[in-house]
């Protein structure tokens, strides 16, 4: 019993003493883990201030200055240059060098590098070719100042940090996915960080945006510095190309044509938006052609583009950057700012190099000088060891060396003794000075710079916006967006129905009516005979409550839109009357707009998109002593209040029916609208040029530098195009007057016409490529100055004012008008406009307007005649 006593003993020791050994799951994984954390945040996915590399492109850097002799090198080549300092892959290697050269800075590329715009990946990387940029060469590399260290093996020396005097991180943007965090570093205008550099060195303040190579449109109102919790919004651009075409020409960053274009499929294909076909024409730039079906709104699929496809996208800024080999979060601008103060101290190294360097050269200059006039290399001559020549050449040098600004060491001397004798027999003393001289001035001007470094690195900025900001400006326009709702612009790809009896809305009761067209994220908006109100998104079949009385796509926000209602208050209450508007409820929530009290009961409803109010009659039944069985009332005695609201007493009696008497017209007042120029929308919020107050069946003049004049209704979803020179409250009998320039006549005319066709789209110049529209006013009576080419030499033509209202009658849309001048032109400049005094005097000139037939005859020539010397009724139309 003992001896096995003693056993267990010793087994459960040596237990002990094995468990001692072991180490821990939780303790290895906390080890390395956190060293495979490090190495993929410092060696990976973050690039560091002080260049704005990440260790792969560093070492693409470095092995393109080894390999540099001027001529292409092959990309192949270069990779596995490369690989003698980066422990990875070629392929990584290679995807990192593409990624720079498509960047257009550091690499000049040849071959197929790839397309940005596309989305084409390059050719293989033994087909492709680089070298370094001139701009490369200048601002990234300078061995005098870079610190070194050695490679993975030990075999090589490679730079710590690469000594950048540019702010190179915010030109090419960085992004990375390390392990625990992220970067994204977006890419800055060239130009404007040059500007924000010597704004801060200036000590003025400065604001940097980004710039992306895509072009396109961006709204920076959210970036944040490119902090943590910014973002942008990225859009393409889109323009109307006809009314049955939009193009696209920009597209958003993070994006290429062919995602682009699978989007808008997808999008088509959910019933989003509706598109007849796509073309991509894309080469060098970008051409996006949709087309659309006929009768579909080219402004609203351009919205529709913006909210369902990648039209329009979010990007979320993050600025992560290395820093002491720690990770370090800030915003660009702190970025700039340090990678200018690095900029300047970079700058003061190299010149405290260049510095030494010249003072080295100035001394050894000016003992050569003493070494060969003083004849000292004939002391030497009778010297046998070689401690006696350097003691023979320094006795010698001693009574000469006074003004020379170091002490002369024996390595100076020795540099003596290396002298050529063929040097030494061409001396010649003159230039000898020359050079110290030479050099006496660069040692003055570099410490002058050291002295004013700030002004010098300045300068420095300066030089590179000259030498490389070349077709560099921003290509991103910076516009404030406005926000679209997806409800408002989705295509209605669906048919609405409803069983009114039973209660069922839905967009799978096609037995049952047909309500409206509707889209799958639409609200709807229904009222029961019982008077309860209830919005719901739309399905296949909801029940929303029996004998339904309105049903209808519903509209948030829409003050516009009044519901006129009669309704008995419970079995047996009085009958009172409302006008209530919609603009937001809850979803799925049953609302009462009557009174509450059982068995209520709508006697009658409707809707009213403008705020109309009709006339109604009222019927009674026949009661005890009620003497007034039939009156009217009129709904425009009724104020218009929020749904909750009760209602004014019509009759306390019992309502036989109530009948519609008489249509009515809007009580709402006319709706201000104003035009804001940031963002090119219309809007009724008071932002931007107010274009005056609209009812219902006002439209607005749009007229364009191409020459196309249209009127539209207001809408708030309308878009305008970046040639749009007039926009105004239209007014039918108001004449335009336009100046133009024929292209296949060559000569100058002028037109005072009407608008003939509402809500579509005229060219009132001709099609001629050369064609072109010199002004157009809208005011009553126009005056034009014109100012003439001064012929080679003669004397000027003197100016000429032109009564533009004098000078011709209102004709048709498309006549040709009178020729203004058979002069050369230089200018055309609108003066003030005349008094207008009586509108009666216009509309007199109004009745005299020819029909289309003669509007047609005027552009015709009678024979013998000349076009150019007629005016629509033939008489001499030529001013000058």
């Keep these: 019993m003992e001896d096995n006593e003693e056993l267990n003993e010793e087994h459960l020791e040596s237990q002990d003493s094995s468990q001692d050994a072991l180490t821990k799951v939780t303790g290895m ?12 945040i410092l060696e990976r996915a973050v690039p560091a201030i002080e260049d704005g590399f990440k260790p792969v492109q560093r070492r693409i850097m470095h092995a393109l200055k080894e390999l540099d002799d001027g001529r292409y090198n092959k990309v192949a080549n270069v990779v596995g240059h490369t690989m003698q300092y980066h422990p990875h892959g070629d392929a990584s290697i290679a995807d990192a060098m593409v990624q720079i050269g498509q960047k257009d800075l550091l690499i000049d590329t040849q071959g197929n590098w790839g397309n ?11 087909y492709i070719e680089a070298r370094l940029s001139k701009f490369g060469l200048e601002v990234v590399f300078s061995p005098k ?6 490679s993975y093996d030990g075999r090589k020396k490679e730079p710590v940090n690469l000594p950048v005097k540019f702010p190179l991180l915010l030109a090419q943007g960085a992004e990375g996915i390390a392990v625990g965090l992220s970067t994204k570093v977006l890419p800055h205008n060239f130009i404007e960080l040059i500007d924000a550099s010597i704004k801060h060195l200036k000590g003025q303040k400065f604001t940097i945006y980004p710039d992306f190579p895509t072009s396109g449109i961006i709204d920076v109102t959210n970036y944040n510095d490119g902090l943590r919790g910014g973002k942008i919004r990225v859009r393409a651009k889109i323009a109307q190309l006809d009314k049955n075409t939009l193009v696209i020409n920009e597209i958003p960053y993070g994006t290429n044509t062919s995602s682009l274009i699978d989007s808008i499929l997808k999008a088509n294909e959910k019933g989003k938006i509706r598109v007849r076909k796509i073309e991509d024409n894309t080469a060098a730039d970008v051409e996006i052609l949709i087309h659309l079906p006929s009768g ?19 990007i979320s800024p993050l600025g992560c950057i290395i820093e002491d080999n720690k990770p370090l979060f800030t915003g660009v601008s702190e970025m700039l700012r340090r990678s200018t103060d690095y900029t300047v101290e970079l700058l003061r190294q190299e010149l405290e190099v260049q510095l030494s360097e010249l003072e080295d050269q100035w001394h050894f200059a000016s003992l050569e000088r003493i070494f060969i006039e003083n004849r000292i290399y004939r002391d030497i001559e009778e010297e046998e060891t070689w401690e006696g020549v350097i003691q023979a050449i320094d006795k010698g040098l001693k009574p000469h060396t006074g003004h020379l600004k170091r002490a002369v060491t024996e390595e100076d001397i020795v540099r003596l003794t290396e002298i050529r004798i063929k040097r030494i027999s061409k001396f010649d003393i003159d230039k000898a000075q020359q050079l110290i001289d030479s050099l006496d001035a660069r040692i003055a001007e570099v410490k002058h710079h050291l002295a004013n470094l700030i002004e010098f690195t300045i300068n420095y900025f300066k030089n590179l916006k000259e030498k490389y900001g070349k077709d560099r400006e921003r290509k991103s326009e910076i516009r404030v967006f406005d926000d679209i709702e997806a409800t408002k612009v989705a295509i209605r790809n669906t048919k609405l129905y409803v069983n009114r009896e039973e209660g069922f809305v839905g967009t799978s009761l096609k037995r049952d009516e047909y309500v409206a067209d509707c889209s799958d994220i639409d609200d709807i908006i229904v009222m029961t005979k019982q008077g309860e109100m209830m919005i719901a998104k739309v399905d296949s079949k909801i029940f929303v409550g029996k004998n339904i009385i309105h049903v209808a796509v519903f509209k948030k926000k829409d003050k516009r839109t009044i519901y006129n209602m009669v309704y008995k208050d419970g079995k047996s209450g009085p009958s009172y009357i409302k006008r209530f508007n919609v603009t937001a409820v809850t979803r799925d929530k049953i609302y009462d707009l009557t009174n509450g009290s059982p068995n209520s009961d709508v006697l009658y409803f409707s809707e009213n998109p403008n705020g109309e109010a009709e006339v109604i009659t009222v019927l009674l039944r026949q009661a005890g002593s009620i003497k007034k069985l039939k009156w009217d009332v009129d709904f425009s005695d009724i104020l218009i209040k ?11 009696y019992p309502v036989k029916r109530i009948e519609l008497k008489e249509k009515g017209v809007s009580t709402l007042k006319p709706r201000k609208i104003w035009f804001d120029d940031v963002v090119r929308r219309l809007n009724v919020d008071g932002r931007g040029e107010l274009l005056g107050e609209f009812k219902g069946e006002d439209l607005l003049l749009v007229i364009t530098q191409k020459g196309v004049a249209k009127t539209f209704a207001p809408e708030l979803t309308a878009h305008f195009d970046e040639d749009m020179i007039v926009l105004e409250k239209w007014n039918p009998k108001k004449p335009i007057s336009a100046a133009y320039f024929d292209g296949e006549k ?11 066709n509402e809500n579509k789209e005229d060219l009132f110049i001709s099609e001629h490529p050369k064609t072109y529209l010199e002004l157009v006013s809208t005011d009553w009576r126009p005056v034009v100055e014109i100012e003439f080419v001064k012929p080679r030499g003669k004397d000027a033509k003197p100016n000429q004012v032109v009564d533009i209202e004098d000078f011709i009658s209102v ?7 009178n020729q203004l001048t058979a002069d050369k032109v230089k200018n055309m ?14 509309e007199e000139k109004l009745k005299s307007l020819k029909s289309d037939d003669e509007d047609k005859n005027d552009d015709e020539v009678k024979e013998g005649e000349s076009s150019d010397d007629k005016d629509e009724d033939g008489s001499q139309a030529t001013l000058f």
């Design 29 to 40: 994984y906390k080890d390395w883990f956190l060293d495979y954390a490090s190495y993929v």
């Design 296 to 314: 579909l709104s080219p402004d609203k699929t351009i919205d529709a583009l913006y909210a369902f496809t990648a039209c329009e996208s979010s």
């Design 829 to 842: 400049n609108a003066l003030e406009s005349l008094e207008f005094i009586e509108e009666e005097v216009v």
């Design 746 to 756: 060559e000569k100058y005319y002028v037109k005072r016409f009407l608008i003939e």
């Design 642 to 652: 929020g749904r909750a609201s009760k209602g004014n007493v019509v009759t306390k």
């Design 811 to 817: 004709k048709g849309f498309k006549a040709l008008g």
């Design 145 to 150: 100042i870079t610190e070194w260290q050695s």
């Design 116 to 126: 940005i715009l596309t989305g084409d990946r390059a050719a293989a990387s033994r």
